[in-house]
Structures are given as structure tokens and as C-alpha cells.
């Protein structure tokens, strides 16, 4: 059933066309489409035109200055995976900003262009990471650098801590496409990615320090024994400093 302000099926091929059928998230690329097994007529499409500003009030990134015009128009539409649609809508969409998709797109239509015309090889510019220990030692060195892990409670300011709660579980999000799903890292990333929201749905940028010492503690209990399971399953090394907030034996 078709929706105010859905986009029209000559905007959704033409936005999917100049994708070239690729999701645009830069850390995904899946292909959208591909021959139909059964029937060697047809093809078989999983892409969709995901709207950068929501089509109706309430939606994610819901702009209210746009007229129906332009949410229905093909600059309001980027080409992604049923995945990663989905993704950039959760938590409202707070993670994923317009300005962010409008960039993604912008990239994505111009490597295309690069592709296109032979300056650059499709297939390795969309070859996905898979191999998850590159994956966990960019989750060490990201966290290596969050001193809100690891830094004596009475040295920390409860804005600056809420703040970099709020960082890492945006980057935790930004890693999904690319961690191999049921894998143990996607077990442990959705973990910290919980821990991270717990933190921020139960406490304030205003909070005391003694509301943050019991928040963050059990926030940091959390992330060492995903960090240790991280360890122990992919055999990475850890800083001195993540390695104090791993549980003893």
C-alpha cells in the first residue's frame, strides 16, 4: 500500500540506477541485485530507496520546512541494503544525520562514476571486511583512546563522560554492517553496543559523581568481560589500561 510522500517508481529506479545497485553506506556496499535462481527471466532485487528526511512526521530525521515535493523527490533518496535501511531509522535515526546520508550518497555516486568510466575496479573498491580480527583491533584502538573506561572516578567530568559513552555507542552501531552475522564478535559488539545505551537511558549529563560511579562501574564491568571474551576468542592484545577493567579470575 502506498504511502503520502513515498517515492515514485521512476525515482526509486533511477535513485537505485545511480547507486549502480550498491548500498551506499560506505561500510557495507552489498550488491542489491542479482539473477532469480528459479526463473531466468527475472532478477532479484533486496535494495531500497530509503528516505534521508522522513516522509512523515515522526519518522526518522523528519525535517518539517520540506514540502511533500521534496520528500518525495530524488535528492530526499539514498539507495541502501534492507539491512542497512533499517539500521540508519534506529534510535530515531539520532545516529545516522541527514547530513551524513547526504554524504554517503554524494561518495557513493561518485565512486560509481569512477567505476564507470574505468579509473577505478568495482570488485575491489567493494570487496567487505571480513576478517574479524582487523574488526576487534579497531574496536582496542578506539577504546584505548576513551579514558571514561579506565580513568579514577573523582578525575572524571559526568558531561565529558555522557559524552563519550555516547560516541562509542555511535561507533559500535557504525560497525555492524561489517561484523559477520551470529559470529561471537556480532554477540559482543551488541553487548557493549547495550551497555553503552543502558548507561545513557538511566543517567544524565547532569548526573553527581556518585550517580556516575554506579553507572559507569557496571558500564565497565560490561565492556572487560566482552573484552575479555574478545581475547580469549580472537587472540588480540590489549592495553595495560583496558586490560585493568577485565574481570580477575
Avoid at 541485485?33 to 519518522?59: F, L, M, R
Avoid at 523527490?73 to 531509522?89: E, F, H, K, R
Avoid at 574479524?132 to 572524571?156: T, Y
Amino acid at each position: 500500500m502506498k504511502r503520502p510522500n513515498d517515492f515514485k517508481l521512476e525515482t526509486v529506479r533511477q535513485v537505485a540506477e545511480r547507486a549502480s545497485y550498491f548500498c551506499s553506506n560506505p561500510k557495507c556496499r552489498r550488491i542489491t541485485i542479482g539473477p532469480d535462481k528459479s526463473n531466468q527471466a527475472k532478477s532479484t532485487k533486496t535494495g531500497i530507496a530509503s528516505h534521508i528526511c522522513a516522509a512523515s512526521q515522526g519518522g526518522a530525521r523528519y525535517d518539517m520546512s520540506q514540502t511533500p515535493k521534496e520528500r518525495q523527490s530524488i535528492s530526499n533518496a539514498i539507495w541502501l541494503c534492507a539491512t542497512c535501511s533499517v539500521l540508519i531509522d534506529k534510535n530515531g535515526g539520532h545516529d545516522y544525520p541527514a547530513d551524513h546520508l547526504k554524504k554517503w550518497k554524494k561518495d557513493h555516486e561518485s565512486l560509481m562514476k569512477e567505476c564507470l568510466e574505468g579509473s577505478k575496479r568495482v570488485i575491489l573498491q567493494l570487496k567487505p571486511v571480513t576478517d574479524q580480527s582487523i574488526i576487534c583491533r579497531k574496536i582496542i584502538k578506539f577504546l584505548e583512546n576513551k579514558g571514561a573506561l579506565f580513568v579514577d572516578f573523582n578525575n572524571e567530568n559526568p558531561h565529558y563522560v555522557f559524552d563519550s559513552i555516547r560516541d562509542m555507542r555511535t561507533f559500535f552501531v557504525s560497525l555492524q554492517t561489517e561484523i559477520l552475522e551470529s559470529s561471537p564478535l556480532e554477540v559482543i559488539v551488541d553487548s557493549m553496543t547495550n551497555a553503552c545505551r543502558h548507561f545513557m537511558n538511566n543517567t544524565q549529563p547532569t548526573m553527581s559523581i556518585k550517580e556516575m560511579e554506579y553507572g559507569l562501574g557496571a558500564m565497565r564491568k560490561i565492556i572487560g568481560f566482552n573484552l575479555a571474551d574478545m581475547k580469549k576468542v580472537y587472540s588480540v592484545t590489549l592495553s595495560t589500561n583496558l586490560e585493568s577493567i577485565l574481570p580477575t579470575e
